[in-house]
């Protein structure tokens, strides 16, 4: 009887035909109860992995019609400020969509770095120095990526910051009408003229272009 039994376990997992005439009225019980939730499963699966097909073929035309619609690939990018934690993470994410990525910073070894970073994950990417509150400097890091890329598709101005002499330090004694107006005045042109000169130098090449993009 327990043999018989295995055998129908057996039977019933590899789909053979089963002879019910064979078994008592038990067992057949037994066959039916199994087979059938076997059935059951089977059908189960094969809607389970008609569904995962679906899902798949309808996430794949998504993806392809957002590709065609947004994607950045083969488009290169001039990052100020890129040897920073902020922009060096925003360069390296580009980098990752297939942008070609000119990383500057006011320090060479910095931007380099990220550069570096960005190859090293298999993107492409260029290093230069540039101080954004100097046009000759800004030119200067424009006609390099040039150089090197022939066209800007994308600048971001990420170059900013802060003064010591422009923080407020309450524990100190320290507030806004102590403050340096050297220190605010260098605030101010960091990240206002340090976004203006290199958007009227990098908008002139966007303009012979024809197109570009400038985020602030």
């Excluded at 488009?75 to 500057?104: E, M």
């Excluded at 492409?124 to 890329?149: G, R, W, Y």
């Amino acid at each position: 009887c327990v043999l018989k039994r295995m055998t129908i376990c057996l039977i019933v997992r590899n789909k053979t035909h089963i002879n019910f005439n064979q078994f008592t009225h038990d067992e057949t019980d037994v066959c039916v109860s199994l087979y059938t939730r076997d059935d059951k499963r089977q059908k189960q699966k094969s809607s389970d992995h008609a569904d995962n097909t679906r899902n798949r073929t309808m996430t794949s035309n998504v993806n392809s019609k957002l590709n065609a619609l947004f994607s950045l690939e083969g488009k290169t990018a001039a990052i100020t400020g890129a040897g920073g934690v902020l922009f060096g993470a925003v360069a390296r994410g580009l980098g990752q969509l297939g942008v070609k990525v000119a990383s500057l910073d006011l320090r060479l070894n910095e931007a380099q770095k990220t550069a570096d970073e960005i190859k090293a994950a298999g993107g492409n990417a260029m290093a230069a120095e540039i101080d954004v509150l100097k046009p000759e400097s800004v030119t200067k890091a424009k006609d390099t990526v040039l150089a090197q890329f022939s066209r800007v598709d994308i600048l971001i101005n990420g170059a900013g910051g802060n003064h010591p002499k422009a923080i407020t330090k309450q524990e100190e004694g320290l507030f806004f009408p102590d403050l340096s107006v050297d220190g605010i005045r260098f605030t101010f042109d960091l990240n206002i003229m340090g976004t203006v000169i290199p958007s009227m130098i990098f908008g002139k090449v966007m303009i012979q272009q024809g197109e570009g993009v400038i985020i602030n």
